[in-house]
């Protein structure tokens, strides 16, 4: 089984649950999903099965869109509903005020990465230092939210503001983080209420099934080069498969950064990559 599958995942399980209910219906352990959605998130999650794990890190790289759920006058340890309140005030902040802020955030900034993450640091994952109380300096990194608006009506409710974002944001991003910096730049604390991935790279809503969907056997298996449409797709001779075969490094015969050469049986057998004037393996699929 070598392919893609894109699902819509549910609230409450992991990322890796779902992987796992789904490894069980195919019978593989050459299973993986190529960017994790908290418990409490929904959307999508792009999973790949046997050799297509040998391109997961191209997936790596793809803008991701979501819709968040945005509560100011909150603050907790996450950064989302599911941590412990450390802060609440009463806000009162116009509707333009709010608008003016969201939009100002497209572009480039300095996002610090939330404690609650897997991200490294010394070798231990931030989460490890949080849950033994031990004070780190959070990283920092420069993001990229291509696009953000206000796709709600702002709701008043007990001294406390309501509000939906949609976004495009780069690899790295954290959305509870840039709900985060939203607030501060208004002035106040803010919390993640809700997420939804609707897009990663070229896959949304409208092409995921539920993991529902897929034990039920309605799905739809997308082919490795499917996945990656602007990638060239190149048939070779016997002579030249022979060389890609064997990994042999050759004078670059593509135009563009990178090809899936196929023999001339249509099997795919390498992803090629340029280097310089020559091209060499990149992934093969023997």
Do not use: W
């Amino acid at each position: 089984m070598n392919g893609i599958l894109v699902i819509n995942k549910e609230t409450g399980p992991t990322s890796r649950d779902v992987v796992n209910i789904i490894s069980k219906k195919f019978n593989t352990k050459k299973i993986g999903h190529t960017g994790t959605l908290d418990p409490g998130a929904s959307g999508v999650l792009v999973v790949c099965m046997g050799k297509a794990l040998k391109v997961a890190e191209l997936f790596n790289n793809d803008d991701k869109e979501y819709i968040a759920g945005v509560t100011l006058g909150i603050e907790t340890d996450t950064i989302d509903m599911d941590g412990k309140i450390i802060k609440e005030e009463e806000v009162n902040i116009s509707k333009e005020k709010i608008i003016k802020v969201v939009n100002s955030f497209k572009g480039s900034y300095q996002q610090e990465v939330p404690l609650y993450s897997a991200v490294k640091v010394n070798g231990r994952k931030l989460y490890e230092y949080a849950r033994s109380g031990v004070a780190i300096k959070l990283p920092v990194k420069n993001v990229c939210i291509k696009d953000i608006k206000l796709i709600s009506d702002i709701e008043y409710d007990g001294g406390k503001i309501y509000f939906k974002i949609k976004c495009t944001v780069s690899k790295g991003t954290y959305i509870r983080s840039l709900v985060r910096d939203i607030g501060k730049e208004l002035g106040t604390v803010a919390v993640m209420n809700s997420l939804v991935r609707t897009r990663q790279g070229i896959f949304s809503l409208s092409d995921s099934k539920t993991v529902y969907d897929i034990i039920n056997d309605n799905y739809k298996i997308i082919s490795i080069t499917d996945a990656f449409p602007n990638i060239e797709k190149i048939n070779v001779d016997d002579k030249m498969a022979f060389k890609i075969k064997n990994g042999m490094i050759l004078d670059n015969f593509f135009n563009d950064d990178m090809a899936f050469i196929f023999d001339d049986g249509n099997n795919l057998i390498a992803l090629y990559k340029k280097d310089g004037n020559k091209c060499r393996a990149y992934k093969m699929f023997l």
